[in-house]
């Protein structure tokens, strides 16, 4: 058989593939392309159809590439998983050992790296799962010459010089994109070093080029890196994909089957908030071919044992509540039952304290405290639930890989109740705009809805993970804004004017003068740099050096009430030059400043900032001041004596 002609003893078991990209980048086209044979009659090549998965033997991809009889294929097949996008490989099993073993990473080569695809990407390297580029549309190529299923490196040769030269300025575009994240990359017939170095493989999933080097650099690239990875062991792993219901079966759970074996009547233990439930397999099912459906009862296969790696329905009774994304664990006659179910306790323990960090300190077990505190808490942040712990880890990641970088104060499994929104209202008086669920394929309890909108909670749902956290992060944007706009009025701009001599047309109350503008605040609109320094509203003051010299006064004028320019054009806001100022004095208790007596034109005119004006703009203006306005702000607080 393959498996064994490789020259070791080892049995390798098929490596398990993900996909993953951008919306759009062709990851459902790819994976249709990679189900159907091209062969007339539907499924030629023995590709099966298992849950939740695809299964391709390796003979389906040497026919497929023309492989030589003699070349070697050392798995004996490849499973790929059915969902592509984030959602399956969110499912991956919380620690360390993942449900796949590689990823197809697509790319639109006509867009280059996307958002997504950057994120799938730093979500790989943190996991570090290995993955190949699989660029594709590459017959969107302006002029390209369709060659069917060919290999790429044929299907490039038949193109024009003009087709050739788009495509190499594209691929050199994609490798610097690659770079910025961190990762060499080749075109895989020119990779040289394929354990280091990425390697990408131009597609169509439209008209096949480059379709069979992709599954066969994945049959044969995979075992090469991770051989000991895929040696296939007695050992059952085994991941929980979802929970369904099946008419004539009942509950049933889908699991991927990643390594050992399955057999009817086995002890089996599921995680479950309630904690493990022990219980056995009553039937090992798997989908029947296509072409075998009608004739037979029923849509599924009863087996007696099954091998990885494959895609598998279980029929078991107490299995409603399993945890999708928990491992599943077999108990082989003689093993010790106990120690079984403190394992699986542990994963339930694992999944569960995510949301609660009092229940942390009670466990005494602090490695497995480390382990977890890779999804790490902090006492400010936003509250997510989810339906698996792979959806839950895949949001907590995300959120903090935004620029915003949302921070976790707690997350929990299954439907929203009244306890989770209890546990959020804690952040109305932290921090309120984190006082927030992200709900995601989670039911919410209508007690629960009820307190959020009595509390002042926020609750968000959304059915993609992207989706969730872009409403969020819209949400906190609006946020900002509304804030930013409360606060106006206590944001003073650092400023600092000088008075135009012989050019002061009115002493006190108000003050009118022309000045020069000489420093201030740069403001950026819609990316076009303006600099605006003055701002109708800013209180200027003056600094005037004491008799004795060693010291300064400072003396409030009051606000600027107008600006003009030297045409008398009415301006809420000056950049640098010389503009009309007009100062009101707002306090008439004091004593008016005089202009000739208390200061004259070799006096600066300050902005007058004041404590809390310094933390308005720390807090809702940052991104509005440049280094060199925090430079004049250091300044003024010097000069005015602010702690
Ligand atoms: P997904 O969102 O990544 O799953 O993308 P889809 O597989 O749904 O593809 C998005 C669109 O791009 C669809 O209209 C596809 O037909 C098209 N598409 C996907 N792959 C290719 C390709 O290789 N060539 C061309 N021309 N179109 C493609």
């Not at 919306?23 to 159907?36: E, P, Q």
């Not at 390796?58 to 026919?63: S, V």
């Not at 299954?414 to 306890?419: A, E, F, N």
């Not at 020069?516 to 200027?540: A, N």
């Amino acid at each position: 058989s393959e498996g064994s002609s490789s020259g070791t003893d080892r049995e390798l078991r098929a490596p398990i593939c993900c996909i993953l990209g951008h919306v759009d980048a062709g990851k459902t086209k790819l994976l249709d392309c990679i189900r159907h044979s091209n062969v007339q009659g539907g499924e030629a090549g023995g590709i099966t159809q298992q849950i939740g998965a695809t299964y391709l033997p390796a003979e389906n991809i040497r026919e497929r590439t023309s492989l030589k009889a003699e070349a070697t294929i050392k798995v004996p097949g490849l499973l790929v998983i059915d969902t592509p996008g984030h959602q399956s490989f969110s499912n991956m099993h919380l620690r360390g050992s993942s449900l796949c073993d590689v990823a197809v990473v697509v790319v639109d080569i006509t867009q280059g790296l996307e958002k997504q695809t950057i994120e799938s990407i730093g979500l790989l390297k943190r996991r570090n799962v290995k993955f190949v580029v699989a660029l594709n549309k590459v017959d969107r190529l302006y002029g390209w010459k369709t060659c069917p299923n060919a290999p790429i490196v044929k299907a490039l040769k038949s193109q024009s010089d003009d087709v050739q030269r788009e495509f190499k300025w594209r691929v050199a575009e994609v490798v610097t994109q690659l770079k910025d994240c961190g990762f060499n990359s080749a075109l895989y017939y020119e990779n040289k070093k394929i354990k280091e170095v990425v390697n990408i493989v131009p597609t169509s999933a439209v008209s096949g080029e480059g379709i069979p080097d992709l599954l066969l650099l994945l049959v044969r690239w995979v075992p090469e890196i991770m051989m000991e990875k895929l040696t296939y062991v007695d050992t059952v792993e085994c991941t929980v994909l979802e929970i369904n219901e099946v008419k004539e079966f009942g509950t049933t759970i889908d699991v991927v089957l990643i390594n050992g074996a399955l057999k009817k009547g086995d002890q089996i233990i599921v995680c479950t908030k309630q904690g493990p439930v022990t219980t056995s397999i009553r039937h090992l099912l798997t989908p029947y071919p296509l072409k075998e459906l009608r004739a037979k009862q029923g849509s599924y296969e009863r087996h007696e044992e099954l091998k990885a790696a494959q895609g598998v329905k279980i029929v078991a009774r107490g299995v409603q509540h399993a945890l999708a994304g928990t491992s599943l664990i077999v108990v082989k006659p003689g093993h010790d039952l106990e120690q079984a179910e403190a394992a699986a306790m542990q994963e339930i323990y694992n999944a569960i304290s995510l949301s609660n960090e009092n229940e942390r300190g009670k466990n005494e077990d602090e490695t497995a405290i480390k382990e977890i505190s890779r999804i790490q808490t902090c006492k400010e942040g936003v509250y997510v639930q989810a339906s698996s712990l792979g959806t839950l880890e895949a949001i907590i990641e995300h959120l903090k890989t935004l620029s915003l970088n949302v921070p976790v104060s707690g997350c929990n499994l299954g439907p929203v109740h009244k306890q989770d929104v209890m546990k959020a209202t804690a952040m109305l008086k932290r921090k309120e705009e984190y006082a927030a669920i992200l709900a995601f394929d989670v039911k919410v309890m209508p007690e629960a809805f009820e307190l959020a909108v009595e509390s002042g909670v926020k609750i968000f749902i959304a059915d993609t993970v992207y989706k969730l956290v872009d409403i969020f992060t819209d949400y906190i944007k609006k946020l900002k804004e509304e804030k930013k706009q409360q606060h106006a009025a206590e944001a003073v701009f650092p400023c600092s004017l000088k008075i135009l001599p012989n050019r002061v047309y009115h002493s006190k109350d108000p003050i009118v003068c022309d000045v020069e503008v000489l420093e201030g605040i740069v403001k950026f609109y819609l990316s076009v740099l303006f600099i605006v320094v003055l701002q109708v509203g800013t209180p200027i003051c003056v600094c005037v050096p004491r008799k004795d010299r060693n010291a300064e006064v400072v003396h409030s004028l009051g606000r600027i009430s107008s600006i003009k320019t030297s045409n008398g054009l009415e301006i809420d806001s000056a950049k640098k030059g010389v503009v009309s100022i007009k100062i009101d004095d707002d306090n008439a208790q004091e004593k008016s400043r005089l202009y000739g007596r208390h200061f004259n034109d070799s006096n600066e005119l300050l902005s007058q900032i004041s404590r809390r004006s310094i933390d308005v703009l720390k807090e809702y203006y940052r991104d509005e001041m440049s280094d060199g306005n925090w430079h004049l702000i250091r300044r003024l607080k010097k000069q005015f004596d602010i702690a």
